[in-house]
C-alpha cells in the first residue's frame, strides 16, 4: 500500500513540472431528497409508521488538477457519503444513545443503506466528442483507502401497548477508526472506479446525464466487519441504547474482501427557448426523484434555485471577479427545518 500512495505522488509530481497551469480546490457539496443528514435536523423528529425513502449523498475534496496532453489530471483528498432508505433510519442515527418506543401501536421500519468513504484519489479525466452534438467525458480513478464505513439495517420495531419488539439484521464493515471492532488488525485498502457524463443535442432539446461510480471496486486485504441478529422485547423506555444487549447473535471479526461504491445517477433535459430551465432526476439505491433547476447570471455573479421532487429547496450563489477565481455557496431549505449549509467551494488557477 505505501508503494502504492509513492506512485501516485511521484506520478503527479511530474505533471506539476510541467509549464501548464494547475488549479487549486477545496470545497464540498451535500445533496438530500429530504432535509439534509445534519444530526440535530433529525433529533427534533420521531419514529413513523408510514415513512417515505428518501436518499441523499455528500462529497468533499481539496486537491489540484492540470491539464496536459489533451486531458486533465487530478489529484485529491476526498470524503464522500451515500445513504438510501426510510427517515426512521435516519432519526435512529441522529439520536445514537437511544429512542424511547413509540406511545401509538404500530410497525416501524428501520430500513437503510450507507457508505463513507475517505481516500486520497488520484482521477483522469477525458472529453471525447463523437460529433457536434454529442459528446462524453471519461473519468477513471484509482484511489487509497484511509477510512470506510458500510451499514446495512433490516430492523423493525412492533409496538403494542408499552412493549416494543424489536427484530431484524444489522451488518457492518468498516476501518477500525469506526470503533466497531476490538480486533487490532491494521486496516488495508484501496479501489479504483469509473465516472462516466455525457451531453446530447437533438434538435432544441439539450440532454445531460452525470454517472458516478458507473464502475468500482474496493479491495480490502484487512477490514473489519460486525454482523448482529435482534429478536427481543422492551417494556418502556429506551429500546436503541441497549443495542448491544438486545442482540439474539453476534459475529465481530476481519476478513479481506472487495465491495463496491453504490451507483449514483443524475440526467437533466432543457429546452433551447428556456435556456436558464431545466428538469431532471436524481438517482441512487432504490430511490428515483425529480427536480427542477433554474440558472441566472449578472455580470460576475451566478445564482442558482432548485428542488427535489418540491419537497425542499436549495439556493446557489456563485461569484467570478477574476478569470483564474471562482467561489460559490449553497444553501438547503424544507418547510420542517431551517436553513443549512449544503456547499461552498473555492478554485484558483495558477
Do not use: C
Request: charged fraction near 20%.
Amino acid at each position: 500500500m505505501n508503494r502504492f500512495k509513492i506512485s501516485i505522488f511521484i506520478l503527479f509530481s511530474v505533471f506539476l513540472q510541467t509549464s501548464h497551469a494547475q488549479t487549486f480546490y477545496a470545497g464540498g457539496e451535500h445533496k438530500s431528497t429530504a432535509d439534509l443528514f445534519y444530526p440535530e435536523q433529525w433529533k427534533s423528529k420521531e419514529l413513523k409508521a408510514t415513512t417515505d425513502n428518501i436518499a441523499g449523498n455528500f462529497n468533499i475534496s481539496a486537491g489540484v488538477s492540470k491539464n496536459y496532453l489533451d486531458a486533465e489530471f487530478d489529484i485529491s483528498q476526498k470524503l464522500q457519503g451515500y445513504f438510501w432508505g426510510n427517515g426512521n433510519m435516519v432519526f435512529v442515527a441522529a439520536k445514537a444513545n437511544g429512542i424511547k418506543i413509540p406511545k401509538a401501536e404500530g410497525s416501524y421500519s428501520l430500513e437503510g443503506k450507507y457508505y463513507f468513504l475517505h481516500s486520497t484519489q488520484f482521477t483522469v479525466k477525458k472529453d471525447i466528442k463523437f460529433s457536434e452534438n454529442f459528446k462524453i467525458r471519461l473519468e477513471p480513478h484509482i484511489f487509497s483507502i484511509h477510512d470506510f464505513h458500510y451499514g446495512e439495517s433490516n430492523l423493525n420495531i412492533n409496538v403494542k401497548g408499552k412493549t416494543g419488539v424489536l427484530r431484524g439484521t444489522l451488518n457492518r464493515v468498516g476501518t477500525r477508526s469506526f470503533g466497531i471492532l476490538r480486533n487490532e488488525k491494521d486496516d488495508s485498502g484501496w479501489g479504483w472506479g469509473l465516472n462516466f457524463s455525457a451531453d446530447y443535442q437533438l434538435g432544441p432539446l439539450a440532454f445531460n446525464a452525470r454517472v458516478e461510480n458507473l464502475l468500482s471496486q474496493l479491495r480490502f486485504s484487512t477490514i473489519h466487519y460486525s454482523d448482529r441478529t435482534y429478536n427481543a422485547s422492551v417494556q418502556g423506555g429506551s429500546i436503541y441504547g441497549a443495542g448491544d444487549n438486545l442482540a439474539l447473535t453476534g459475529r465481530y471479526n476481519y476478513k479481506s474482501t472487495t465491495m463496491r461504491l453504490p451507483v449514483l445517477t443524475n440526467i437533466g433535459v432543457r429546452h433551447d427557448s428556456f435556456d436558464n430551465f431545466s428538469v431532471g432526476a436524481y438517482s441512487l439505491g432504490n430511490v428515483v426523484v425529480p427536480w427542477v433547476n433554474m440558472d441566472f447570471r449578472y455580470q460576475d455573479f451566478g445564482f442558482s434555485i432548485s428542488s427535489m421532487k418540491f419537497k425542499n429547496l436549495m439556493l446557489s450563489l456563485s461569484w467570478m471577479p477574476q478569470k483564474n477565481f471562482q467561489a460559490g455557496v449553497g444553501l438547503h431549505y424544507t418547510k420542517e427545518s431551517s436553513v443549512q449549509l449544503a456547499s461552498m467551494y473555492a478554485r484558483y488557477e495558477w
